[in-house]
């Protein structure tokens, strides 16, 4: 069945490193999401990429899917502590969402 | 204020017990969906609406069943045939059609099996 898979698990930064996630789909999605969830909270839509190649900016974070539209990725370029959470791909298919299973990152001031 | 709410915010029940989660919406969305995440993990689909009186298993359904009467509430039953119950289960809506596909997320429900 459908997998979408997530690395690393974990990232502990010192504030001020980059930080960057991956998701690798087991097949190819129409779309994919990033959502971001902090500690005690609800997962909150971060962005939607559609395209083979996309990518998309958001001041420190930068969104890429993949050209076979399998994989993507976030990277946010000087961490702070605001960043700390868990970050989430969720790939699309025919209206179901296959969530990875997350990156939570820690960022110490 | 539109939004997406779900009560209660924690639920304790005794082993063999049916529960049910409350998911309410008035952001005027056709499709809803229930998750389920455990510690350490993603969230898992559980069941899925697209419209009113239909849904559709994800994942994880068994043990669990919902209903679709309204378009405002998609409410998930916990059965005692759900053999690990306790977890933190999510309630999320979106505006079906087009190519959007930002889901708003509750507030979250966590539920504790005794």
């Known amino acids: 069945g459908q997998q979408v898979m997530q690395i690393p698990q974990y990232q502990h930064v010192q504030e001020g490193e980059d930080f960057t996630t991956y998701c690798n789909s087991s097949t190819t999605l129409s779309n994919i999401q990033w959502y971001k969830q902090r500690p005690g909270g609800h997962p909150v839509f971060l962005i939607q990429?559609?395209?083979?190649?996309e990518v998309k900016k958001q001041k420190r974070l930068t969104f890429q899917f993949g050209e076979a539209k399998k994989n993507s990725s976030l990277h946010i370029t000087a961490t702070q502590t605001t960043d700390v959470g868990t970050y989430f791909c969720?790939?699309?298919?025919?209206?179901?969402?296959?969530f990875g299973s997350g990156t939570k990152l820690n960022v110490k001031p | 204020d539109g939004g997406i709410t779900q009560s209660p915010k924690y639920l304790f029940r005794k082993e063999g017990q049916n529960v049910t989660l409350s998911c309410e919406q008035n952001l005027n969305h056709d499709a809803m969906y229930w998750y389920r995440q455990d510690p350490g993990q993603g969230l898992r689909l559980i069941y899925y609406?697209?419209?009113?009186?239909?849904?559709q298993k994800g994942d994880i359904a068994e043990g669990y069943s919902v209903s679709r009467e309204k378009k405002e509430s998609f409410p998930l039953t916990v059965t005692s045939a759900q053999k690990n119950p306790t977890a933190f289960y999510l309630c999320?809506?979106?505006?079906?059609?087009?190519?959007?596909?930002?889901?708003?997320f509750g507030p979250g429900t966590r539920l504790t099996v005794l």
């Open positions: 990429l559609v395209k083979s190649g």
């Open positions: 609406s697209q419209i009113v009186n239909d849904f």
């Open positions: 969720a790939g699309d298919n025919f209206n179901k969402f296959y």
């Open positions: 999320a809506s979106r505006l079906a059609g087009g190519n959007y596909n930002e889901q708003f």
